[in-house]
């Protein structure tokens, strides 16, 4: 069985290490699959909301919307199967009251972020966020996870004019935390999280689950399967 302390220990020195002669000065998370474990919350949300004005949801088309906005969710299925009676304001709305719910019920850390986090943290690091997710939802999770105090900046793409594969989302996050996107690193979960942060001129981690395939390696500086296989001297 492995130490914890021990291996917190250790990560927190190899930390140390590379700080003095690392580029990097701030790495920027994204939030669903990164910070938390959502992915099934939001389709149970969107399964329950979606339904209940008759759309027919598939597990292959439920894919394809994992790493839209939550405005680009709701035309999405209303352009597939329009419905009446409610707009896609109002549905929308109704998705993000219900993630938000099922997050302050059920909403669980990736494992290992908080210790990772708290390394960096202690290591001079400045913390951020991009995420596709609505700003409203930025705290709630943040809030359950118990890391809010560790973020120097956040930003959702709903205040964007697009999302992620878009980089604008980043930018902002980048010139929140008055840093210059050499001196960023991005971790993501997903293919468009990574294109985007590669656009905004930051080196990028790929967390990998689920046997996921990134054939673009060109946008992917780093990849691990869980954070206790980061390789801090990357960060450099």
């Known amino acids: 069985m492995v130490d914890k302390q021990a291996h917190g220990h250790f990560q927190h020195q190899q930390m140390e290490q590379m700080t003095k002669k690392s580029a990097m000065k701030a790495v920027i998370f994204d939030m669903d699959g990164v910070i938390i474990d959502s992915c099934n919350l939001w389709?149970?949300?969107?399964?329950?909301?979606?339904?209940?004005?008759?759309?027919?949801?598939?597990?292959?088309?439920?894919?394809?919307?994992e790493s839209m906005t939550t405005s680009e969710v709701s035309r999405f299925w209303f352009d597939r199967n329009p419905w009446q009676g409610k707009s896609?304001?109002?549905?929308?709305?109704?998705?993000?009251?219900?993630?938000?719910?099922?997050?302050?019920?059920?909403?669980?850390?990736?494992?290992?972020?908080?210790?990772?986090?708290?390394?960096?943290?202690?290591n001079g690091y400045k913390i951020g966020l991009a995420t596709n997710s609505p700003s409203a939802l930025i705290p709630v999770v943040l809030e359950k996870l118990k890391l809010k105090h560790y973020f120097d900046a956040?930003?959702?793409?709903?205040?964007?004019?697009?999302?992620?594969?878009?980089?604008?989302?980043?930018?902002?996050?980048?010139?929140k935390l008055g840093m210059k996107p050499g001196s960023c690193i991005a971790v993501e979960d997903s293919l468009t999280g990574l294109q985007a942060a590669k656009k905004a001129g930051k080196k990028t981690v790929a967390l990998v689950k689920d046997h996921?395939?990134?054939?673009d390696q060109a946008i992917i500086d780093c990849t691990i399967t869980c954070y206790k296989k980061l390789d801090f001297s990357l960060l450099g």
Not at 154 to 175: C, F, M, N, Q
Not at 212 to 215: E, N, P, Q, V, W
Request: net charge negative.
């Open 88 to 122: 896609l304001a109002e549905i929308e709305k109704a998705v993000i009251k219900r993630v938000a719910c099922l997050v302050e019920e059920e909403g669980k850390a990736i494992d290992g972020i908080e210790e990772l986090i708290k390394n960096l943290k202690l």
């Open 154 to 175: 956040v930003s959702s793409a709903e205040h964007e004019l697009e999302g992620k594969p878009d980089p604008s989302v980043y930018r902002s996050v980048i010139r």
């Open 43 to 65: 389709k149970q949300a969107e399964y329950e909301v979606f339904s209940s004005v008759g759309v027919k949801l598939s597990d292959e088309l439920c894919k394809i919307t």
């Open 212 to 215: 996921a395939d990134f054939r």
